[in-house]
Structure formats: structure tokens, C-alpha cells
């Protein structure tokens, strides 16, 4: 089990670079939108990335998760290669016709979705830039199912470097703005597709397979239609926002949000991408659930301890990632609520893997409408009267109640222990230190610096002292060394 856990973390400590290469180009790229984009343009922008993910959502109808579920129980190499074209040429039909509906309804919509005028070729160049970044979306899937992380990292890191070319080229010599934005992440997509052709070629046996793919979309599509009903509700926050108070405040928001999804994007992300290929080519070993709770437990005292770093450092991460606007600075207060509430979706995203394994989609399916339904009432109630904090406070609700949810669920198939007065002990220390770390006085850098480290060390011996941090936590810091499973 120890050589389980090495090489689960040492590729999630791969894919952790990817995460963090993609979150740091965030970090250079939003003081550059902001020097040549307002605050309302910038809420624009937050809104064209909740477009994306509905997009995302709906394209391949669930086949992608299919595929990710059935990719190792073909038999022979052929037959994956026959899958995989499968997959592609499905989830490219369905993209594009996602696509075209899509533009219809931004075309036609634009100004009511926005309450801004966007021009009609800024809608072009995200609608192609979407497409292209679809049509490598199933190869990076194959990346993960054949555990190369490396070379998934070395194509993020690609596309990364084109689209920081393009944009500082658009924005700061030809100064075209919000249009400027949307044609480096098309000409970044493109040029990042093309290289992969060989990749997708070479991967590919021209042959459709009909009943895998009819399998992939019964398994699939009850998260698929669940998958866009959530990201539909769940990301409806930013607009609910604009109809009741206006693209400033869904600025402020979103800012926030990107701070605090740090989390989402080095942690969460990492560690379940590299877990869940890994527990779906494992699952039905004998011990492959006693492996499950160990890293249940691990993710738990990342997550927190991750979680709190974040927020203790949030003030001096907006400052440079806003290029040091009063504006955004305003916002950071809602940090902790938004790492709360991501903390609980990460451990709800583990725990979907114990019902994937007993096939359980419409169970998952049915947690995710309900739980977003919960946000979206709770937005309508809060967001007209308390703005951005209001949006904050109802998604940690709904993720509070999916992960309680989802506890319940899990625990009626496998043999699953949750201490639950120790996980309440341990929320309430990193609310504790959270709440705390707004406390501070006016003190030198230096000194503030100082006293935040001590909180991170404090509450990490405090894991220690409790017993969620046990020895074989150690193995994590001898990731480079360890040997592949």
C-alpha cells in the first residue's frame, strides 16, 4: 500500500505543475486584462468562462466519463485505439453542435446574457477558440488513463506559453482589449491542436465502435445531464449577480472565486486526476478500498492545510493579481467562505469514485440537481440582498449539504468510517485560524508575515497533536524518490 501511495502523490505531484503553470499564467494575465480592460469588462470575462463550462459540460454527452470508466477493460490495444476514435469523433459532432446553438444564442442574447455590448467577433473568436480547445479535450483524457502525466504537463505548459504570447501581443501592442482576449485564446487553441494531430492520429483505429459507445452513454449521460444542470445552477451565481446588482459586483465576486480556487486548481484537481485513473484500473482489487479512506484522509489534510495558506496569504495574492486595485482588494474577505465551500466539493468529488465503481450514476445525478437547485434558491434569496457575500454563503451551503449527501450515499455500499466530531473539530480549528488571520493589526510586512507562518505551523501540529496527520503522511515529501507501482 505504501508503494500505492508514492505513486498516486508522485503524479499528482506532476499534475500539480501543470495546475499551478496554468494558475500562475492566471496570475500574469489578469494584471495585463486589467491594465487595458474596466472592472465591467473584467466581469464580461467572468461571464465568458461560465459560458465555457457549460459548453464543456454538454459536449460529448457523457461519453468522456464513459470512456475514462471503460478505456481499461478493453482487451487489446486495438481496442482502445478503437474507443478512442470513438470518443473523439463523438465528442467533436456534439461540440460543434453545442457550438452552433450556442452562437445563436449569444448572437441574438448577447446583450441581455452580458447587460453589456460585446461585439459580434469577440463572440466569434471564443465561440472557434472553444472548438479547438474541445478537440484536445479527449486526447488529454488519454494522457490520464495512460498515466503520462509528464507529457500532459509539457502540452498544458505548451499552450500556456502561446496563449501568454498572444495575449501580451494583442493587448499591449495592438491594444485591441476584450476582442484582443478572445482572438489570443482562439490562435493559442489552434496552435496547440495542430502539434497534437500526430498524437490524436497516431492513437486512433478508424473504426466506430457502436456498443461501447452506446454503453458510454447510458453510463454517461445521467452525469452528463447532471453535470449541466449543476454547472447551469452552480455557476449561476455570477449571472444572478449581474440581473440583481451589476458587473462590478460580479467582478468582486469572481476575483474572490479565482483566489480561492488555488485550492481547486493545485490540490483538488491534481490529486484526482491522478486518484481516479489509478481507482478505476485498481477497483477491484481487495484492498483497493482500505486504500480509498487512507487517501481520503490524506486529501482531507491537504485540502485544510492547503485551504488555510491561501487564506492567510489572500490580501498580498489579490494585491498582485489585481494589479494592486482597491477595487478587488475589497473582496478578499469572502476567501475563506469560497476555500470552505471548495473544500467540501473536493471531498464530494472523491467520494463520487466509490458509486462510479457500483455504477450509481443517477444517484450522483440526483445529489448534484438537487444540490445545486439548494444554491440557486439560496442566490435568488441572498444575492438581491446581500450582493457578493450572499452568493458566497449559498455556495457553501449547497457543497455542505452535497458532501453530507454523499457521505450517506457511499457508506451504504462500502464499509466506509467518517469520525465525525473529528472532522467538526477540525473545520472549526481552520475556521478558528481563518478568522484570525483578518484579526491582525496594522504591522510591518515582515511581522504579519511572521504570525501567518506561525498559524500554518500551529495548525499543523495541531493535526499532528489530533491524530490526522499520521507517519505514512511522511511518504508524500519522498515523492521524487519513490519507485513507480
Known amino acids: 500500500m505504501q508503494n500505492q501511495t508514492r505513486f498516486v502523490f508522485k503524479q499528482s505531484f506532476i499534475y500539480s505543475i501543470g495546475n499551478t503553470i496554468t494558475k500562475l499564467?492566471?496570475?500574469?494575465l489578469i494584471p495585463l486584462y486589467l491594465k487595458y480592460i474596466n472592472e465591467q469588462e473584467f466581469g464580461v470575462v467572468t461571464l465568458?468562462?461560465?459560458l465555457f463550462q457549460f459548453i464543456l459540460m454538454l459536449s460529448g454527452w457523457g461519453v468522456k466519463g464513459g470512456f475514462s470508466r471503460w478505456y481499461h477493460e478493453m482487451k487489446s490495444a486495438i481496442e482502445k485505439k478503437q474507443l478512442f476514435f470513438t470518443t473523439w469523433s463523438f465528442n467533436f459532432c456534439t461540440t460543434l453542435l453545442t457550438l452552433i446553438v450556442s452562437a445563436v444564442v449569444l448572437i441574438f442574447y448577447g446583450d441581455y446574457i452580458f447587460r453589456y455590448e460585446v461585439s459580434t467577433s469577440t463572440i466569434v473568436y471564443f465561440l472557434l477558440g472553444t472548438l479547438f480547445r474541445l478537440m484536445y479535450d479527449v486526447p488529454f483524457y488519454l494522457l490520464?488513463?495512460?498515466q503520462k502525466a509528464s507529457l500532459l504537463t509539457i502540452w498544458t505548459a505548451l499552450n500556456i506559453v502561446i496563449l501568454l504570447g498572444f495575449t501580451f501581443y494583442f493587448l499591449e501592442i495592438k491594444k485591441m482589449g476584450?476582442?484582443?482576449i478572445y482572438m489570443a485564446q482562439m490562435l493559442a487553441h489552434i496552435f496547440t491542436f495542430i502539434p497534437m494531430l500526430p498524437l490524436i492520429i497516431g492513437n486512433m483505429k478508424p473504426l466506430f465502435f457502436t456498443n461501447p459507445?452506446?454503453?458510454?452513454?447510458n453510463y454517461g449521460l445521467p452525469l452528463a445531464l447532471s453535470g449541466i444542470l449543476t454547472t447551469v445552477l452552480t455557476l449561476s451565481d455570477r449571472h444572478i449577480l449581474n440581473q440583481y446588482q451589476n458587473l462590478e459586483e460580479v467582478a468582486g465576486y469572481s476575483m474572490a472565486f479565482k483566489v480561492a480556487n488555488l485550492v481547486q486548481m493545485i490540490i483538488v484537481s491534481s490529486l484526482i486526476?491522478?486518484?481516479s485513473n489509478y481507482f478505476f484500473k485498481t477497483m477491484h482489487n481487495d484492498d483497493s478500498m482500505m486504500f480509498f479512506q487512507k487517501i481520503t484522509r490524506l486529501f482531507i489534510v491537504l485540502l485544510t492545510i492547503g485551504g488555510l495558506g491561501i487564506v492567510l496569504f489572500s490580501p498580498e495574492i489579490?494585491?498582485?493579481?489585481s494589479y494592486g486595485s482597491a477595487f478587488f482588494q475589497a473582496s478578499v474577505y469572502l476567501v475563506p467562505l469560497l476555500i470552505a465551500g471548495l473544500i467540501f466539493s473536493g471531498l464530494r468529488q472523491l467520494l463520487t469514485l466509490p458509486l462510479n465503481k457500483h455504477k450509481k450514476t443517477m444517484q450522483i445525478s440526483f445529489i448534484l440537481i438537487i444540490s445545486a437547485i439548494v444554491n440557486i434558491i439560496g442566490n435568488f434569496i441572498l444575492v438581491p440582498h446581500f450582493g457578493k457575500t450572499g452568493a458566497s454563503v449559498s455556495t457553501l451551503v449547497s457543497q455542505l449539504f452535497s458532501l453530507v449527501w454523499f457521505v450517506y450515499a457511499v457508506r451504504k455500499f462500502e464499509n466506509i468510517t467518517f469520525s465525525v466530531p473529528l472532522l467538526l473539530l477540525l473545520m472549526i480549528l481552520w475556521g478558528g485560524f481563518s478568522w484570525l488571520?483578518?484579526?491582525?493589526?496594522?504591522l510591518p510586512l515582515f511581522l504579519v508575515w511572521l504570525v501567518k507562518g506561525l498559524f500554518l505551523l500551529l495548525y499543523t501540529g495541531l493535526l499532528f497533536a489530533f491524530g490526522f496527520i499520521k507517519k505514512d503522511f511522511l511518504l508524500v515529501f519522498k515523492l521524487l524518490q519513490a519507485k513507480k507501482v
Open 25 to 28: 499564467s492566471g496570475v500574469i
Open 48 to 50: 465568458f468562462e461560465t
Open 144 to 146: 490520464k488513463l495512460e
Open 178 to 180: 476584450l476582442e484582443g
Open 213 to 217: 459507445l452506446r454503453e458510454m452513454i
Open 273 to 275: 486526476t491522478s486518484y
Open 318 to 321: 489579490t494585491y498582485i493579481v
Open 437 to 442: 488571520a483578518y484579526q491582525l493589526p496594522n
